[in-house]
């Protein structure tokens, strides 16, 4: 999961012109792979995630929690990508 959302994040920067740690730091990542959130509140209690995070980042960051290996997503993709990019 972490690594997950360590490509995500970089996509992000990437997209941004940022630095990675401008979207989210390791150790929010961190946390985020391990709280899994699916909710606003569920988010916002992880450490680093404030308003502005969720509004930008928060749809994207919970699809890729919600899809843990070896699940399917919403789609029933099984490949595990939450955007559908298989």
Not at 31 to 55: F, I, M, R
């Amino acid at each position: 999961m972490f690594e997950r959302l360590r490509e995500w994040r970089a996509e992000q920067a990437k997209q941004a012109s940022v630095p990675a740690y401008v979207v989210f730091t390791d150790l929010t990542l961190i946390a985020l792979a391990e709280a899994l959130p699916s909710t606003d509140s569920e988010l916002l209690a992880v450490s680093g995630v404030g308003l502005t995070k969720l509004e930008r980042y928060g749809a994207d960051v919970m699809a890729i929690c919600a899809v843990a290996p070896g699940t399917h997503d919403a789609a029933g993709d099984p490949s595990g990508d939450p955007v559908g990019n298989g």
